[in-house]
Nanobody, 114 residues
Framework: QVQLVESGGGLVQAGGSLRLSCVAS????????MGWYRQAPGKQRELVVI???????NYADSVKGRFTISRDNAKNTVYLQMNSLKPEDTAVYYC????????WGQGTQVTVDS
């Protein structure tokens, strides 16, 4: 089994920044694709960004230029630096790891106040 634990969410004013972290533990083999998704109230979960095992990234258009994903493979950790936050970024953010199947964290709330 794989466990993912997110941290770093909170309340921030529009234009502010937050940094999310996700630590993976358990039966992890090699370097896997990881990513961040988010789900706003009443909406479906959507992709924010993924980073492949080779380090390639794919961002949602809505966050390009504002969010940056990075990873520390030695620590099995992925980060999401979120700048210039907007009220529409308000959501629960979930960490994802792909290893034979999708694994999900419990989510961390990000609230952007206008």
């Amino acid at each position: 089994q794989v466990q993912l634990v997110e941290s770093g969410g909170g309340l921030v004013q529009a234009g502010g920044s937050l940094r999310l972290s996700c630590v993976a533990s358990g039966s992890i083999f090699g370097i896997n694709a990881m990513g961040w998704y988010r789900q706003a109230p009443g909406k479906q979960r959507e992709l924010v960004v993924i980073i492949t095992s080779g380090g390639r990234t794919n961002y949602a258009d809505s966050v390009k230029g504002r969010f940056t994903i990075s990873r520390d493979n030695a620590k099995n950790t992925v980060y999401l630096q979120m700048n210039s936050l907007k009220p529409e970024d308000t959501a629960v953010y979930y960490c994802n790891l792909q290893q034979m199947r999708d694994y999900w964290g419990q989510g961390t709330q990000v609230t952007v106040d206008s």
